[in-house]
């Protein structure tokens, strides 16, 4: 079981392998967060040294909105992932039509860099409760712990931590807790998951055991 969950699920690749995490976690641990189209796509070297035989994909991007990034990036033109799959590669719709929520990494000189271990949904693929947490929520919550519960039993150890149950109950990573809830700091310093709606400050959910 610990072996299937390390990797997402629809991306059983040779050498790539994610560990488990829900989306507000991979969102708290990205440098950029951005809705965008893929308008074009080019290989090109990984880097100017010629002895580097690797290729990584470019894509061309339409910056729609920037949530995360702002203080390094005003605008992104490109990001970039290893050409090969098994190096975490992603592989995008470049037809200018689909849109994407993109999360990566930003380099040292200023590119891009996304893979299989960041959260890359189609847009038309979230839930209208990821959508709006993107603006502030998910960050509220990025001082939270946020532990994944393989089997019971699975309880709470510090008083900032949220049990994400979504494989316990439905057998799946991203299920009705990845798509519903956000896990939020309380002004008392303890976490609770919390589902949509207006902005956290009364209702909150605990679920303390699966």
Not at 124 to 132: F, G, T
Not at 187 to 197: E, F, I, N
Request: with cysteine.
């Amino acid at each position: 079981v610990l072996l299937l969950l390390t990797h997402r699920i629809q991306e059983l690749v040779e050498a790539c392998s994610c560990a488990p995490a829900h989306p507000q976690q991979l969102i708290c641990d990205s440098a950029l967060v951005i809705r965008a189209k893929i308008t074009s796509e080019k290989v090109v070297p990984a880097s100017d040294d010629p002895l580097n035989t690797h290729k990584m994909i470019r894509y061309e991007i339409k910056q729609i909105k920037m949530f995360k990034g702002f203080e390094k990036l005003k605008d992104v033109q490109y990001v970039y992932t290893p050409f090969d799959s098994s190096l975490c590669g992603v592989k995008l719709e470049a037809n200018n039509k689909k849109q994407y929520l993109l999360t990566g990494q930003i380099l040292s000189d200023g590119k891009v860099l996304i893979h299989l271990c960041n959260y890359i949904e189609p847009w038309d693929d979230l839930s209208l409760s990821q959508k709006k947490s993107l603006n502030q929520r998910y960050q509220m919550g990025c001082g939270c712990k946020i532990t994944t519960c393989y089997m019971v039993p699975c309880s709470i150890t510090t008083p900032n931590e949220c049990l994400w149950t979504d494989w316990l109950i439905e057998r799946k990573l991203y299920g009705h807790q990845a798509k519903h809830y956000a896990c939020i700091k309380r002004s008392d310093g303890t976490c609770s998951w919390y589902r949509g709606g207006p902005p956290p400050e009364k209702e909150f959910i605990d679920i303390s055991e699966p």
